[in-house]
């Protein structure tokens, strides 16, 4: 509970510094504000969509991979249990070599695909990367047609207040999805 506060007291002090400075800026000139809600934006635009499904098929896949894999390391385990005390010392030195190759094969499998750097999170990065670029491009291009000095994120939290006629956010949906219909 006070590592929440703690992180609300935080955002609430970047936020007053943010209007602090910005109503500074106001004074000596004219600044024109827009902002977005990012989080809308990937719920809204059809390619973040897809882009998110074919990130979620692939996690399907490595889970599927990873539970095959795992269940030949739990057949194996049962199969040493159950046949240890028949075989012979050598028999059974071979069968806990194989479980141990298995229960590698398994681990590094599994950081291969969710470790740190691994094929998960660049995937993921190069879903996102890509979507993240497009919402960029069509912010600027918003917000240079509407002369606007400073565009925000209503997602990070920084936001305590804007008025409506600010968020650009469905714009930047409609142009996005627009531009998506259009490359088809």
Do not use: H
Not at 76 to 92: H, T, V
Not at 145 to 150: H, I, K, S, T
Request: with cysteine; glycine share 6%.
């Amino acid at each position: 509970m006070t590592r929440m506060i703690m992180k609300w007291l935080a955002r609430s002090l970047c936020a007053l510094v943010l209007v602090g400075w910005v109503s500074e800026r106001v004074q000596a000139q004219d600044v024109r504000l827009g902002y977005i809600d990012s989080a809308v934006i990937f719920e809204q635009y059809d390619e973040a969509q897809e882009a998110q499904q074919r990130f979620d098929r692939q996690v399907v896949n490595w889970r599927t991979e990873a539970q095959e894999i795992e269940k030949l390391v739990e057949e194996l385990r049962a199969e040493l249990r159950d046949q240890g005390p028949i075989l012979s010392a050598l028999k059974r030195q071979e069968k806990e070599e194989e479980l141990q190759r298995a229960a590698s094969d398994y681990e590094r499998f599994v950081q291969e695909i969710w470790g740190p750097g691994g094929r998960a999170e660049k995937e993921n990065e190069q879903a996102t990367g890509l979507v993240v670029t497009e919402i960029r491009k069509v912010v600027e291009q918003l917000a240079n047609e509407r002369n606007l000095n400073l565009v925000l994120d209503a997602a990070g939290g920084f936001i305590v207040y804007a008025d409506r006629s600010l968020d650009l956010t469905p714009l930047v949906i409609e142009e996005l999805n627009n531009q998506a219909a259009g490359a088809r």
